[in-house]
């Protein structure tokens, strides 16, 4: 299957590449149809090795995907709000991505901050942590929901971090 497979899959030089397609090899299954002491010769010898990881006959080594260790997101509010309560719907709306990253962080989501900014004042912020680390976005929601009812605004609130 893997012979149809343009060689651009094997991680080669843009040169190697055009050397290979200026003698008319295009897809893994040709490449595999040269002579192994000619290419080694000619090329060097990482497109056989190259070649040798895609058809599984060395280790592939690959880094694995490490979700980034903070977050952040934003909502600018559509109208100034005055009572945090209503600020619960930005919250909720700030917990879907927040809700992806946390599931593909291992080992959930122990501590977030949420930051109120006001025009012509200073930012306030919530910071909420959790016991263990979690990834029920419902749950964050209602700890944001208890903090909101706690919160008197200093000011007009603008967007929500």
Excluded: W, Y
């Excluded at 003698?23 to 299954?29: F, L, W, Y």
Aim: net charge positive.
């Amino acid at each position: 299957m893997l012979a149809a497979l343009s060689l651009e899959v094997l991680r080669c030089s843009d040169e190697t590449l055009a050397a290979f397609e200026a003698i008319g090899v295009r897809t893994i299954g040709e490449l595999r149809a040269l002579p192994r002491e000619g290419i080694a010769r000619r090329f060097g010898q990482g497109p056989l090795d190259e070649l040798d990881r895609a058809l599984g006959r060395l280790p592939d080594p690959r880094n694995f995907f490490v979700p980034p260790a903070r977050f952040g997101a934003a909502i600018e509010l559509p109208a100034e709000v005055t009572q945090a309560e209503a600020l619960l719907f930005a919250a909720r709306r700030l917990m879907v991505p927040a809700r992806r990253v946390s599931r593909r962080a291992l080992g959930g989501v122990q501590r977030f901050v949420l930051s109120l900014k006001h025009r012509g004042k200073a930012a306030t912020e919530i910071a909420i942590g959790l016991v263990a680390p979690s990834r029920d976005a419902e749950h964050f929601t209602l700890l944001v929901r208890e903090r909101f009812a706690s919160l008197e605004l200093t000011g007009r609130c603008a967007s929500l971090l």
